[in-house]
């Protein structure tokens, strides 16, 4: 099965900053990779799709980008609301997540 | 919009059968994947398996010995089974929608907190 690694695990940062995140897939997924938000005690919400597809409403702050093995996610100014943990998914081939990156205060 | 709920006990007993079910609201589930994911401390988030509208199902190869899922679509409803539950199978469960192959989760349900415990 493919594995998904995400890194940093902990990201802390301030309003106003740039953040990125990778992940890496074991093997390729081709663009079939998403993002999603989680905070706590809510259920996932999909950022992004199709590696750099942005969903509907979500806001313009938010990119991803790459194919194959490599991907990122970037949020270009940091929000009060975009602190919470990010999960990368594939669904190439069944759907794995990476572990999380939670982002917090610095 | 739709909307997706889990309801289920909230606690099983070890050996037992783990059974949930989702209520879809909003829209139709003809020509969607219902699938099931759980999200524990240890594991992350694990995709445990799917059923087409018409009734096909995939899972997990991890799970696949234990899991079953159903669909009754007159209800709007799907159901999970995880059979022989031990203290691993302790999770919150989602249920979630996706379009196709090819498309992700973009629907989730709120989840439910499942403790395998005696």
């Known amino acids: 099965d493919i594995q998904m690694t995400q890194s940093p695990s902990t990201l802390s940062a301030s309003v106003g900053d740039r953040v990125t995140i990778s992940c890496r897939a074991s093997?390729?997924?081709?663009?079939?990779l998403a993002w999603y938000q989680q905070k706590p005690g809510k259920s996932p919400k999909l950022l992004i799709y199709e590696a750099s597809r942005l969903q509907s409403g979500v806001p313009s702050r938010f990119s991803g980008s790459g194919s194959g093995t490599e991907f990122t996610l970037t949020i270009t100014s940091l929000q009060p609301d975009d602190f919470a943990t990010y999960y990368c998914q594939q669904y190439n081939d069944y759907a794995t997540f990476g572990q999380g990156t939670k982002v917090d205060t610095k | 919009q739709v909307q997706l709920r889990e309801s289920g006990p909230g606690l099983v007993k070890p050996s037992e059968t783990l059974s949930l079910t989702c209520t879809v609201s909003g829209d139709s589930m003809s020509t969607y994947h219902w699938h099931w994911i759980r999200q524990s401390p240890g594991k992350g988030l694990e995709w445990i398996g799917y059923i087409y509208y018409s009734g096909s199902t995939s899972y997990n190869p991890s799970l696949n010995s234990r899991v079953t899922i159903s669909i009754d679509t007159s209800k709007n409803q799907f159901s999970l089974k995880v059979a022989s539950v031990t203290a691993a199978d302790t999770a919150t469960y989602y249920c979630?929608?996706?379009?196709?192959?090819?498309?992700?989760?973009?629907?989730w349900g709120l989840g439910t907190l499942v403790t395998v415990s005696s």
């Open positions: 093997q390729s997924v081709r663009s079939w």
């Open positions: 979630a929608r996706r379009v196709s192959t090819g498309w992700p989760f973009d629907n």
